[in-house]
């Protein structure tokens, strides 16, 4: 799978933005898709993701603030409520939905994006 992340961008605190990413190639149905997020200075964590069933989880930090979904080819991630401290590049990613793993770790995923720039100002 092919992955191409967009949306990214400058929103100042409190507002929103919808990240989108674009899934190309082999099957994406089975596939298990998420959003992580690296700031500077800080490792790459987990956001969100959505499984093949429908089923979504979310980092405690973003829980109530973020939503995301799926349709046939593509991945969002609605951001509300945005905080200085959710400013980093946020990379979509993708893995075979095994059912073995719960997918919040980057190491369950095999396909990323290029990441997508979000900057939140004050």
């Known amino acids: 799978v092919q992955l191409q992340a967009s949306g990214g961008g400058l929103v100042q605190a409190g507002g929103s933005l919808r990240l989108s990413c674009a899934a190309s190639?082999?099957?994406?149905?089975?596939?298990?898709m998420g959003w992580f997020r690296r700031a500077p200075g800080k490792e790459r964590e987990f956001v969100a993701n959505?499984?093949?069933?429908?089923r979504t989880a979310y980092a405690a930090s973003v829980r109530g603030r973020f939503s995301i979904s799926r349709d046939n080819a593509n991945v969002y991630l609605y951001m509300s409520s945005l905080k200085p401290e959710d400013a980093a590049v946020y990379y979509c990613a993708s893995a075979w939905d095994s059912g073995v793993y719960v997918y919040t770790r980057a190491s369950d995923f095999d396909s990323w994006g290029q990441g997508t720039l979000v900057t939140v100002s004050s």
């Open positions: 959505v499984r093949r069933g429908g």
């Open positions: 190639g082999r099957t994406f149905s089975g596939n298990v």
